[in-house]
């Protein structure tokens, strides 16, 4: 599995559609696209809520990212993630 890491920003349709229920509904959307949810954060600032998921590979972050966009009407950036440890594997090959 991959790492992703996803942000949101609410849009204002977002905002008046906030709910327990949407949390779940998006979970759920998350695990069909294959994904594992590793941590969800809600924060205060430029972006407003953190995912760190895990995907098969990144066609699949890419659609459950587009899914839970039209569904909520979250604005999302997903990006892939290594860890530290691997990135620093990586870079000794350079």
């Known amino acids: 599995m991959n790492t992703f890491v996803m942000f949101g920003k609410y849009t204002s349709e977002a905002v008046h559609k906030m709910s327990p229920d949407r949390t779940v509904q998006g979970l759920s959307l998350i695990k069909k696209?294959?994904?594992e949810i590793q941590a969800?954060?809600?924060l205060l600032g430029e972006i407003d809520l953190?995912?760190?998921?895990?995907f098969p590979n990144i066609e699949q972050?890419?659609?459950a990212s587009i899914a839970l966009s039209k569904m909520t009407g979250i604005s999302f950036t997903t990006s892939p993630a290594v860890s530290v440890g691997e990135f620093d594997k990586l870079i000794t090959d350079v």
């Open 61 to 63: 972050a890419m659609k």
């Open 40 to 42: 969800m954060y809600a």
């Open 33 to 35: 696209f294959g994904g």
């Open 50 to 54: 953190i995912f760190v998921l895990t």
